[in-house]
T-cell receptor
Framework: GESVGLHLPTLSVQEGDNSIINCAYS??????FIWYKQESGKGPQFIID?????DKRQGQRVTVLLNKTVKHLSLQIAATQPGDSAVYFC??????????FGKGTTLSVSS | DSGVTQTPKHLITATGQRVTLRCSPR?????VYWYQQSLDQGLQFLIQ???????AKGNILERFSAQQFPDLHSELNLSSLELGDSALYFC?????????????FGPGTRLLVL
């Protein structure tokens, strides 16, 4: 079945740095990819998504990159702020299946 | 605020008991999803309902059941509770029933089974 993994369970950065959170997946049939942010005690919050016909998509301070060749997804956060501290999940979608979530990367931002 | 509401926020109960978790989707959303999140675990998909009918099933135990009502709110029933059922339970909603569409999550119900 599909598996979703993250390269690092934790990431610590300084305020103002750029953060990169990675996600690897195994199923080449995955056609929809989402990043969620989960703050302590809250539900996952949608950040940005990308479909398999795209390689890059930008939002406000966030960029998602998709490399289908190596089955790799990344989330880049520019000028990371303390409020960005949270757990970040990637999720994959494929026709006929429910979204599959990775285990999450905990981002810690220090001032 | 995602627009998805869940009640109660916290629930403490004993082993062997039965509880009901409630979810109201965003206005206009027809699909409701239930997830379980245990400590150190990712989000485990339990079940999806679309416009009142079961659409997809994930790792949902036989002791658990759900339904979606005509007003589109959903309830997740957990029975014969065990200590291992202690977890965060999230509801999410989306507009339609396509697999590849954004799901918006509620704040969750924290269940503690003693």
């Amino acid at each position: 079945g599909e598996s979703v993994g993250l390269h690092l369970p934790t990431l610590s950065v300084q305020e103002g740095d750029n953060s990169i959170i990675n996600c690897a997946y195994s199923n080449s049939a995955s056609d929809y990819f989402i990043w969620y942010k989960q703050e302590s005690g809250k539900g996952p919050q949608f950040i940005i998504d990308i479909r398999s016909n795209m390689d890059k998509r930008q939002g406000q301070r966030v960029t998602v990159l998709l490399n289908k060749t190596v089955k790799h997804l990344s989330l880049q956060i520019a000028a990371t702020q303390p409020g960005d501290s949270a757990v970040y999940f990637c999720a994959l979608g494929e026709a006929g299946t429910a979204l599959i979530f990775g285990k999450g990367t905990t981002l810690s931002v220090s001032s | 605020d995602s627009g998805v509401t869940q009640t109660p926020k916290h629930l403490i109960t004993a082993t062997g008991q039965r509880v009901t978790l409630r979810c109201s989707p965003r206005s206009g959303d027809l699909s409701v999803y239930w997830y379980q999140q245990s400590l150190d675990q990712g989000l485990q998909f339990l079940i999806q309902y679309y416009n009142g009918e079961e659409r997809a099933k994930g790792n949902i135990l036989e002791r658990f059941s759900a339904q979606q009502f005509p007003d589109l709110h959903s309830e997740l029933n957990l029975s014969s509770l065990e200590l291992g059922d202690s977890a965060l339970y999230f509801c999410a909603s989306s507009v339609g029933d396509r697999d590849s569409e954004t799901q918006y999550f509620g704040p969750g119900t924290r269940l503690l089974v003693l």
